[in-house]
């Protein structure tokens, strides 16, 4: 079945600064490719989605990008704000399956 | 619109005991999907219900079980609890199921613990 890795677990960036978190999946037949942001006590919230016919999305300051032939796509938080601070899951998912999720990276920005 | 509200928050629990958690979708949702949230261990997926039929299983014994009703709404059960089991458990929506690609919206989780 599907594996997806995420790296790394744990990132502290100074506020201003650029985050990137990467994720490999394992099954070349996942399609779609959410982003989640869980902040302390609360529940996930998808912050951005990438589907496999497309290379790049952009949202504001988060951004995903999809290579699909190394089968990795990677989150870029630019200008990283004191409330980006959370805890971030990559997902993929095969039409037809379930989602499978990445261990989680938590992002600390120090102001 | 409401989110997706579970029920209970935190709850504490003796080895042996079960419990039941409940899960109340957004409204005109009918796929509610359950995950088990550990440090380190990321989201497991344990079962989702669409239309209260269970569509999917994920790797976890029978002692974790699930149903939904006719509104939608849906419990998991976990029976002759375990240490291993302390965990964040997540309810998610969709409008369809979750085997589709549509968005996951999260509720805020029960915790348990297990002493």
């Known amino acids: 079945g599907e594996n997806v890795e995420q790296h790394p677990s744990t990132l502290s960036v100074q506020e201003g600064d650029s985050a990137v978190i990467k994720c490999t999946y394992s099954d070349s037949a996942s399609n779609y490719f959410p982003w989640y942001k869980q902040e302390l006590g609360k529940g996930p919230q998808l912050i951005i989605d990438i589907r496999s016919n497309v290379g790049e999305k952009k949202d504001q300051r988060i951004a995903v990008t999809l290579n699909k032939t190394a089968k990795h796509f990677s989150l870029h938080i630019t200008e990283t704000q004191p409330e980006d601070s959370a805890v971030y899951f990559c997902a993929a998912k095969v039409w037809g399956q379930n989602f499978v999720f990445g261990p989680g990276t938590r992002l600390s920005v120090l102001p | 619109k409401a989110g997706v509200t579970q029920t209970p928050r935190y709850l504490i629990k003796t080895r042996g005991q079960q419990v039941t958690l409940s899960c109340s979708p957004i409204?005109?949702?009918?796929?509610v999907s359950w995950y088990q949230q550990t440090p380190g261990q990321g989201l497991q997926f344990l079962f989702e219900y669409f239309s209260e039929t269970q569509r999917n299983k994920g790797n976890f014994p029978g002692r974790f079980s699930g149903r939904q009703f006719s509104n939608s709404r849906s419990e998991m059960n976990v029976s002759t609890l375990e240490l291993g089991d302390s965990a964040l458990y997540l309810c998610a929506s969709s409008f369809g199921a979750s085997t589709s690609t549509g968005e996951l919206f999260f509720g805020e989780g029960s915790r348990l613990t297990v002493l």
């Open positions: 409204s005109g949702h009918r796929s």
